[in-house]
């Protein structure tokens, strides 16, 4: 035994004779506050903004008769063989689903509606619009479709019936569900043919999420479950064969250790990343992949000392530790993958981002404001580069604004402010 | 049984709320107690931190970690409340402490008065990760997950709050001493 084991127990007993029980009417005076607050709503943290379950999207049939289907098979061959021609002359110069793009049109949601805002002038104006609750506007990767969410008409009989991700053109019209109203979706990301997009949403009766495909032309969605929760899913580039995710251990008796896997979409055949055993249930957080394809980041779970950032190359397995100093989390790829974002922390609870050069070529560079803790974690998140990488794009969740972080050290931009702001911007052919 | 209240508390459930808010009472005032050191303060971020719940349940990604996320919520009300008393009071300075010179022996014989004047003297963080390991029992772990810090900070802050504590009794002793025997303090 030593000295400091008998200090500790000291201390032990002191505290337990010191605890007090309940106040008297603590829970009634309680109760008297709750009743008038009304709850959030799941989604309404940025922090998880797309929950859902996952339940297949109902198909309707119906027979029709044989000369229906013969008149409507002309019709589609006769306005096919009008887009083959169209398109054969007409053949839009679309970017490359992966890589650095020039910059678009640039939408945030705020306050349930989806606005177009011009980063230089701040004029706005309406996309999407009305009494639903819309907001996450994100571009398929080729920049000619816009998907969001959207809060599912309150007439399922529970209080809460979940959202919609919803798909529409570019200028907001045409906006259509492509999933029915769901529960527990926490994050999508667009295949890079733009046919699908892969989704995280709730457990059929497990904590955490499985992996989900919902095709885009709204034909119905599939599980791909992997046997554990999963999280932090995106599109494994060049070909998006593949998707990589964190593979979460949330039961510890049923879970295998956390850690990185990839699953081939098509094959449902798993491929492990991460090459060094887990050191806790917080480790492999916040998983990105390189705009190549050829690396994954993640954070540790920080120990000892703080967060550190890691780099697994796929070509070779080997995990390496970014350089500098402790405490810095969840980077992104620049879109030329020559530079990470990341959440830095300043002691004792402040936040900021960083941009730091792979090569180490050139110090960090901080953007935006020191910010503290949102609802779940750093104020900062649903952020993303400009498809130019000259930017951050940022949700600022405790501040409720929408910002543009310029790399260069220019002013940051408050693009918008208001409850669930949340940036995206279109990509365009350079 | 306490998923299912959760999950129906998630949903709306203001009864089921009131069940998870009820034994929620009794583990949570005890550790915001020891943390404030004052009773109204106390019930203050008790009351913050429960309608934080409520408000906030339905966006709890995981039923299971109810708990953990409850006193998560309850430490951070804690430290608000803290650093709120702080902006309210006078700032009294507190010397530096010297390191602790007389061998332990402490254990047996330091009174309460002592123990609260040295632990009312650390930042509410560091009395948060005592009371959690030391009063709860929490595994270092979940300390560290509760107050949202790494493992390997969350060890070496306990310690330094502990060795902190040993150091402000030892120095409250020999001024004692002094004063016993004569000596100017």
Sequence with gaps: ?????????????????????????????????????????????????????????????????????????????????????????????????????????????????????????????????????????????????????????????????????????????????????????????????????????????????????????????????????????????????????????????????????????????????????AHSDNDYQCVAVSPDGTQVTYRDDGDPGGFQQHIIDLQTGDDSILPGPKGQFCGGFSPDGTKLALIRGIPPDKFQFSVVTLDGSRPAIGLGPLVGMGSDGPSMNNWSWTPDGTGILANYDAENEAMLLPIDGSPPVVLIHGGMALPGEQRLAP | MQRDLVERAQQGDHDAFAELAGAAISQLTPVAWLILRDPEQAQDAVQNALVRVWRDLPTLRDPDRFDAWTRRLLVRSCIDEARRLRRHRFDVRIDAIAPPTVPDGAGAIVDRDELERAFAKLEPEARALIVLHHYLDLPLPDVAATIGIPLGTAKSRLHRGLREMHAAIDADARVRADLTEGRPA
Excluded at chain 1, 15 to 34: G, I, S
Excluded at chain 1, 131 to 149: I, N, Q, V
Excluded at chain 1, 230 to 256: A, C, N, T, Y
């Design chain 1, 1 to 277: 035994m030593t000295a400091h084991d008998g200090f500790d127990r000291t201390v032990t007993a002191w505290l337990r004779d010191e605890a007090v029980p309940t106040f008297p009417d603590q829970l009634d005076a309680l109760l008297v506050r709750t009743a008038t607050t009304p709850q959030r709503r799941w989604w309404s943290s940025p922090e998880r903004w797309l929950p859902m379950d996952t339940t297949l999207r109902p198909r309707l049939f119906y027979s029709p008769r044989a000369s229906q289907v013969l008149l409507v098979a002309a019709i589609i061959l006769a306005l096919l063989g009008a887009a083959l021609l169209y398109a054969g002359t007409h053949q839009p110069h679309l970017p490359a689903p992966f890589g650095p793009a020039r910059n678009g049109l640039l939408y945030t949601s705020v306050d349930g509606d989806i606005y177009a805002v011009d980063p230089v002038t701040l004029a706005k104006h309406l996309v999407v619009g009305g009494s639903t609750f819309d907001f996450g506007p994100t571009f398929s990767r080729d920049g000619t479709k816009l998907s969001f969410a959207r809060g599912a008409p309150s007439d399922c009989g529970k209080p809460d019936c979940g959202l919609m991700l919803m798909i529409a053109n570019i200028d907001g019209s045409d906006a259509r569900p492509i999933t029915p109203g769901l529960l527990m979706l926490d994050g999508s990301d667009w295949s890079p043919d733009g046919s699908q997009i892969a989704i995280d949403s709730a457990y059929p009766g497990r904590s955490g999420h499985v992996l989900m495909i919902v095709n885009t032309d709204g034909s119905g969605m599939r599980t791909l479950d992997v046997g554990r929760p999963i999280h932090e899913m995106s599109w494994l580039p060049p070909d998006g064969k593949e998707i990589v995710f964190r593979g979460e251990q949330l039961d510890l008796r049923r879970d295998p250790p956390v850690g990185i896997w990839a699953i081939n979409v098509a094959t449902g055949k798993l491929r492990k990343i991460s090459v060094r055993p």
